[in-house]
């Protein structure tokens, strides 16, 4: 019967086993939940399936779904259609990995310590951070941990947000700042960007943390040369949140003066997933190293005098500090954050530039056209790296309604979280997208009335 | 010889390359010509330069340093580590799941929804609750989305005084981390010598200023709360709520649920209880189960039928919001999901047939050397304290590096607190009765080699590719990055 071959006891096992133990039947082994708690009928679950019928019914489910090899898709908001080299797969693969669990035995851990420790330095190559962890769950959770982090290092309680970093991202982070009591404001935007005019006005010695983002969720480039000086003026932490894959030609967020860099991993090798698992990113400057969040890896030696890893400063964490940790999270993100390491290793350098440079090439191409259309226009003047927002002449569910006629998932519509941009549309184009493949959504938007 | 393994960064050349990319074909614009210059990277991105073969053999070798559950028996406490069937990783890699993009039209995600909404079914069975989220990520993600709710019921309900959520001795760390970041203070409830939580002194701190006890059960140390009935009356009298940490629900499947024993919240840590991996530290998915009167409180959105079609339900004006950006880890749901449809009922009452049957025997086997505290049945899981042992001279964490060398992953070691040099032990429902007599014959032979030599094991492992590594070091002095000499 379906799954029962994962259960080796046989029924001879049982009997001598209950014999060791010294008891009468299974149901001796369970008397000790009281008689009115206990269930005293069967589950009402469907019956056990197969292997072969449980991959059928799958499949089935499956087969319900479009998704980014049935469709073309010009989605991001976040999550982005990025090539993911084959060998990451046969990396996350390798069971060695994936079956276990975190390492707190370092002696037969040295695997995925030592990946975490590369994971680690690779996403302080990039951002220019000091120190990483080893991942939260999403870029959501890791903007609302960096805002709170600010908090603790300064022993503030307020954070100001600007209205460009990601609804999904404030969503969740006002969820946060909400529960825990804590103060948070959203700086205004102006014509698509955060209005520093306001951010002037509204920031005090009361602020902790400024939360912005880069590029920001119209997929444009803020200028933030100076907004460091008049955040550290006031002795708050600038947390930026990132597209790592952004930053192989973006001006690093410490070259911004960034504290603390937050941010969405999933362009590095990872699928979309549906929205999970994702890979929550959060680096920062060494001085915030006590109030980061999760595991992180360090370097020591061992018994031989031999390089090796470990989980360490763990008395930030709940295991050791409980309810004086700087967070609760403990399984993390940690085979996707293995996935971005392999995929970062295999890129190189080379690739990732690459990749950056065909993004911003083909999202300045697709702008260029859909722009130039009658009736499309630019929601905002700016400079976009691989996204952008378009005004377009009618509801952006009926736009996506035809495009999806022609297996093309078109942009997100925006006004649901920005009422005041009524049929406003993001278009993201990574370089998976073919000129070919522009063109056809140019020539489907440009006969849509 | 023992050898370290060089770094990504110790490898490679300038100029070699591990990837291959189509060329661009639109109209090409420098960089320069697309964005301002000051927008730009200042220095060239530093990583490592690797073909694809070296890339494939570093991570192979980091690999065959790494145990997982399919190298060999991981009785790690409280963490469920069970077999991971390989057909629940093919299914999520169908490319009509793994390949979804979160944004899709409602009508381009039936298939997803319908798993979400099926899978939604399942657990409220499972479990007895009346409704779920999957949007947690974790099983502490789902602590604090669980707080969160039952805060806002509270809040709903001009309840404003209710400040502080009651935890025992026992629990997880994650619980009290989790009070706090909720913005509640943590009070502590000792344990009785029954190992049980102490009634009376609970009766003593729960008051008008009492939002919750958050209850693991059967406890960190493997036993039921025998008193439930009796605590969960005591919290709903003073108007509290009762939480319910679903970490250990692999003891009790088809036996009771939580919802029937007057938890009002569960959260469920389906990379345990329901067979994904914890890929070496994640992901994992923390769906929350509530009771009616706080299903107004869940976060958005909540997946929802009507005739045939399945749909996102936003419309719920008192939810908390979001706890993660999309739905959760729908990749780790369906993996979820293939166990249930493959175990069905009596299957997953079997597995806690067999997990809780693995737990007592096994105990059975090791009390005849080790002191085993709080002498009753035990569910699935059970904590030898290696006190006498430390006596001689090595103790829970020299025991475990005992046990590497045999090729078995130790227990978790010191915890929970209560017990002195904890070896808490969880065997699982997918270990044949051989594995854990050989896991007992070891356990036997470290007694014999510490009353023997205490020292030596104390000074081990000998057999593991590196030697005992040094953790002071690493936290006296952190190096938390490679660096260019
Ligand atoms: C009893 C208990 N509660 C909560 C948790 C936290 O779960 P997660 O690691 O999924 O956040 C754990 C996991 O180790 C646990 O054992």
Same mark, same amino acid.
């Given at each position: 019967?379906?799954?029962?071959?994962?259960?080796?006891?046989?029924?001879?096992?049982?009997?001598?086993?209950?014999? !060791?133990?010294?008891?009468?039947?299974?149901?001796?082994?369970?008397?000790?939940?009281?008689?009115?708690?206990?269930?005293?009928?069967?589950?009402?679950?469907?019956?056990?399936?197969?292997?072969?019928?449980?991959?059928?019914?799958?499949?089935?489910?499956?087969?319900?779904?479009?998704?980014?090899?049935?469709?073309?898709?010009?989605?991001?908001?976040? !999550?982005?259609?990025?090539?993911?080299?084959?060998?990451?797969?046969?990396?996350?693969?390798?069971?060695?990995?994936?079956?276990?669990?975190?390492?707190?035995?370092?002696?037969?851990?040295?695997?995925?310590?030592?990946?975490?420790?590369?994971?680690?330095?690779?996403?302080?190559?990039?951002?220019?951070?000091?120190?990483?962890?080893?991942?939260?769950?999403?870029?959501?959770?890791?903007?609302?941990?960096?805002?709170?982090?600010?908090?603790?290092?300064?022993?503030?309680?307020?954070?100001?947000?600007?209205?460009?970093?990601? @609804?999904?991202?404030?969503?969740?982070?006002?969820?946060?700042?909400?529960?825990?009591?804590?103060?948070?404001?959203?700086?205004?935007?102006?014509?698509?960007?955060?209005?520093?005019?306001?951010?002037?006005?509204?920031?005090?010695?009361?602020?902790?943390?400024?939360?912005?983002?880069?590029?920001?969720?119209?997929? %444009?480039?803020?200028?933030?040369?100076?907004?460091?000086?008049? !955040?550290?003026?006031?002795?708050?932490?600038?947390?930026? &949140?990132?597209?790592?894959?952004?930053?192989?030609?973006?001006?690093?967020?410490?070259?911004?003066?960034?504290?603390?860099?937050?941010?969405?991993?999933?362009?590095?090798?990872?699928?979309?997933?549906?929205? #999970?698992?994702?890979? #929550?990113?959060?680096?920062?400057?060494?001085?915030?190293?006590?109030?980061?969040? #999760?595991?992180?890896?360090?370097?020591?030696?061992?018994?031989?005098?031999?390089?090796?890893?470990?989980?360490?400063?763990?008395?930030?964490?709940?295991?050791?500090?409980?309810?004086?940790?700087?967070?609760?999270?403990?399984?993390?993100?940690?085979?996707?954050? %293995?996935?971005?390491?392999?995929?970062?290793?295999?890129?190189?350098?080379?690739?990732?530039?690459?990749?950056? /440079?065909?993004?911003?090439?083909?999202?300045?191409?697709?702008?260029?056209?859909?722009?130039?259309?009658?009736?499309?226009?630019?929601?905002?003047?700016?400079?976009?790296?691989?996204?952008?927002?378009?005004?377009?002449?009618?509801?952006?569910?009926?736009?996506?309604?035809?495009? %999806?006629?022609?297996?093309?998932?078109?942009?997100?519509?925006?006004?649901?979280?920005?009422?005041?941009? /009524?049929?406003?549309?993001?278009?993201?184009?990574?370089?998976?997208?073919?000129? /070919?493949?522009?063109?056809?959504?140019?020539?489907?938007?440009?006969?849509?009335? | 010889?023992?050898?370290?393994?060089?770094?990504?960064?110790?490898?490679?050349?300038?100029?070699?390359?591990?990837?291959?990319?189509?060329?661009?074909?639109?109209?090409?614009?420098?960089?320069?010509?697309?964005?301002?210059?000051?927008?730009?990277?200042?220095?060239?991105?530093?990583?490592?330069?690797?073909?694809?073969?070296?890339?494939?053999?570093?991570?192979?070798?980091?690999?065959?340093?790494?145990?997982?559950?399919?190298?060999?028996?991981?009785?790690?406490?409280?963490?469920?580590?069970?077999?991971?069937?390989?057909?629940?990783?093919?299914?999520?890699?169908?490319?009509?799941?793994?390949?979804?993009?979160?944004?899709? @039209?409602?009508?381009?995600?039936?298939?997803?929804?319908?798993?979400?909404?099926?899978?939604?079914?399942?657990?409220?069975?499972?479990?007895?609750?009346?409704?779920?989220?999957?949007?947690? &990520?974790?099983?502490?993600?789902?602590?604090?989305?669980?707080?969160?709710?039952?805060?806002?019921?509270?809040?709903?309900?001009?309840?404003?005084? $209710?400040?502080?959520?009651?935890?025992?001795?026992?629990?997880?760390?994650?619980?009290?981390?989790?009070?706090?970041?909720?913005?509640?203070?943590?009070?502590?409830? @000792?344990?009785?010598?029954?190992?049980?939580?102490?009634? /009376?002194?609970?009766?003593?701190?729960?008051?008008?200023?009492?939002?919750? =006890?958050?209850?693991?059960?059967?406890?960190?140390?493997?036993?039921?709360?025998?008193?439930?009935?009796?605590?969960?009356?005591?919290?709903?009298?003073?108007?509290?709520? +009762?939480?319910?940490?679903?970490?250990?629900?692999?003891?009790?499947?088809?036996?009771?649920?939580?919802?029937?024993?007057?938890?009002?919240?569960?959260?469920?840590?389906?990379?345990?209880?329901?067979?994904?991996?914890? #890929?070496?530290?994640?992901?994992?998915?923390?769906?929350?189960?509530?009771?009616? $009167?706080?299903?107004?409180?869940?976060?958005?959105?909540?997946?929802?039928?009507?005739?045939?079609?399945?749909?996102?339900?936003?419309?719920? @004006?008192?939810?908390?919001?979001?706890?993660?950006?999309?739905?959760?880890?729908?990749?780790?749901?369906?993996?979820?999901?293939?166990? !249930?449809?493959?175990?069905?009922?009596?299957?997953?009452?079997?597995?806690?047939?067999?997990?809780?049957?693995?737990?007592?025997?096994?105990? &059975? +086997? =090791?009390?005849?050397?080790?002191?085993?505290?709080?002498?009753?049945?035990?569910?699935?899981?059970?904590?030898? &304290?290696?006190?006498?042992?430390?006596?001689?001279?090595?103790?829970?964490?020299?025991?475990?590096?005992?046990?590497?060398?045999?090729?078995?992953?130790?227990?978790?070691?010191?915890?929970?607190?209560?017990?002195?040099?904890?070896?808490?032990?969880?065997?699982?429902?997918?270990?044949?009765?051989?594995?854990?007599?050989?896991?007992? $014959?070891?356990?036997?032979?470290?007694?014999?080699?510490?009353?023997?030599?205490?020292?030596?094991?104390?000074?081990?492992?000998?057999?593991?590719?590196?030697? $005992?590594?040094?953790?002071?070091?690493?936290?006296?002095?952190?190096?938390?990055?490679?660096?260019?000499?």
């Amino acid at each position: 019967m379906g799954g029962n071959h994962y259960l080796p006891l046989t029924d001879e096992d049982r009997r001598e086993m209950l014999k !060791v133990i010294g008891v009468d039947s299974i149901d001796d082994l369970f008397s000790d939940i009281p008689a009115e708690v206990r269930l005293k009928r069967d589950l009402d679950l469907p019956p056990a399936m197969s292997e072969l019928e449980a991959v059928k019914h799958l499949n089935s489910l499956a087969a319900k779904n479009k998704h980014l090899n049935s469709c073309t898709s010009f989605m991001g908001a976040g !999550v982005y259609d990025h090539f993911i080299p084959s060998v990451i797969k046969h990396i996350t693969g390798r069971s060695e990995f994936y079956t276990s669990y975190t390492p707190y035995q370092p002696e037969i851990s040295q695997g995925i310590l030592q990946a975490i420790f590369e994971y680690q330095t690779m996403i302080c190559q990039l951002t220019g951070m000091d120190v990483a962890n080893a991942s939260m769950y999403d870029g959501g959770t890791a903007v609302a941990e960096g805002a709170v982090m600010g908090c603790g290092a300064t022993r503030r309680s307020k954070a100001l947000v600007s209205k460009s970093v990601s @609804p999904f991202y404030r969503a969740v982070l006002k969820n946060y700042f909400n529960s825990r009591g804590l103060e948070l404001e959203e700086i205004p935007i102006k014509e698509g960007f955060t209005d520093f005019s306001k951010l002037e006005e509204m920031i005090d010695d009361q602020v902790a943390s400024v939360i912005l983002q880069q590029p920001n969720f119209f997929g %444009l480039v803020e200028d933030l040369d100076g907004v460091a000086d008049l !955040v550290h003026n006031h002795k708050a932490a600038l947390v930026m &949140s990132v597209d790592p894959l952004s930053l192989p030609v973006l001006k690093a967020p410490a070259d911004y003066g960034a504290d603390i860099v937050v941010g969405e991993g999933q362009a590095l090798g990872v699928p979309p997933s549906f929205g #999970g698992p994702l890979l #929550g990113i959060m680096a920062a400057r060494s001085k915030f190293v006590r109030q980061l969040p #999760g595991r992180i890896a360090g370097e020591t030696v061992d018994s031989e005098g031999n390089r090796g890893f470990v989980l360490t400063l763990q008395t930030r964490e709940q295991h050791i500090r409980r309810e004086k940790a700087s967070s609760n999270i403990c399984s993390n993100e940690a085979l996707v954050a %293995l996935a971005a390491a392999v995929y970062m290793a295999s890129m190189g350098p080379q690739g990732m530039r690459e990749v950056a /440079e065909q993004c911003a090439q083909k999202a300045a191409y697709a702008f260029e056209k859909i722009t130039a259309l009658d009736g499309f226009e630019a929601a905002f003047k700016g400079h976009n790296f691989k996204e952008f927002a378009v005004k377009v002449p009618g509801k952006p569910e009926d736009l996506n309604q035809k495009l %999806l006629q022609k297996d093309i998932l078109g942009g997100v519509d925006i006004a649901p979280f920005y009422p005041e941009l /009524e049929q406003t549309m993001l278009f993201a184009v990574t370089e998976k997208r073919t000129r /070919e493949e522009i063109d056809t959504l140019v020539r489907e938007l440009e006969g849509w009335k | 010889m023992r050898k370290a393994k060089a770094l990504l960064f110790e490898m490679g050349r300038p100029g070699r390359q591990g990837y291959s990319l189509p060329s661009n074909d639109v109209p090409e614009k420098s960089l320069e010509e697309l964005l301002p210059k000051k927008m730009l990277r200042q220095e060239p991105l530093e990583l490592p330069e690797l073909s694809e073969v070296e890339v494939i053999r570093h991570y192979t070798e980091l690999s065959t340093r790494n145990f997982g559950v399919d190298t060999g028996f991981y009785p790690l406490g409280s963490c469920t580590m069970k077999y991971n069937p390989k057909v629940n990783e093919d299914v999520a890699a169908l490319p009509g799941f793994a390949l979804m993009h979160p944004c899709q @039209p409602e009508e381009t995600v039936q298939g997803a929804l319908e798993l979400y909404y099926n899978m939604e079914q399942h657990l409220k069975e499972l479990t007895g609750m009346d409704r779920f989220t999957m949007q947690p &990520s974790a099983g502490a993600h789902g602590e604090l989305t669980g707080l969160m709710v039952i805060q806002a019921y509270h809040r709903n309900r001009g309840d404003h005084d $209710r400040n502080k959520v009651l935890i025992p001795v026992t629990a997880h760390g994650t619980n009290p981390a989790t009070v706090t970041m909720a913005g509640y203070e943590v009070i502590q409830i @000792p344990a009785d010598e029954r190992g049980n939580v102490d009634l /009376e002194a609970l009766k003593e701190v729960v008051d008008e200023t009492t939002s919750a =006890l958050m209850l693991t059960n059967p406890s960190t140390l493997g036993l039921f709360e025998e008193e439930i009935v009796e605590m969960a009356k005591v919290v709903h009298d003073a108007g509290a709520l +009762l939480y319910y940490d679903g970490a250990n629900l692999n003891a009790i499947m088809g036996y009771a649920r939580p919802g029937d024993m007057g938890f009002d919240v569960v959260h469920l840590n389906i990379h345990k209880t329901l067979s994904t991996p914890h #890929g070496g530290g994640g992901p994992g998915s923390g769906p929350v189960g509530v009771k009616e $009167r706080l299903i107004p409180y869940l976060p958005v959105p909540l997946v929802d039928k009507k005739e045939d079609r399945f749909y996102f339900d936003y419309d719920l @004006p008192d939810s908390i919001g979001k706890v993660q950006s999309f739905y959760g880890n729908f990749g780790v749901v369906v993996k979820a999901y293939n166990y !249930v449809c493959m175990m069905g009922g009596a299957g997953l009452k079997q597995v806690s047939t067999d997990a809780v049957l693995n737990s007592n025997y096994l105990a &059975s +086997l =090791l009390q005849k050397t080790y002191f085993i505290p709080y002498d009753r049945i035990r569910k699935h899981e059970f904590v030898v &304290s290696a006190k006498p042992e430390k006596k001689k001279g090595a103790g829970a964490g020299d025991i475990a590096k005992a046990l590497l060398d045999r090729g078995f992953h130790p227990p978790t070691v010191y915890f929970p607190l209560i017990v002195d040099e904890a070896l808490m032990t969880e065997p699982n429902d997918t270990e044949s009765k051989e594995t854990l007599d050989d896991y007992a $014959r070891a356990m036997e032979e470290i007694a014999r080699d510490i009353e023997e030599d205490a020292e030596k094991v104390a000074a081990g492992p000998y057999h593991t590719v590196g030697g $005992r590594l040094d953790e002071v070091r690493a936290a006296r002095s952190p190096v938390l990055r490679w660096q260019k000499e």
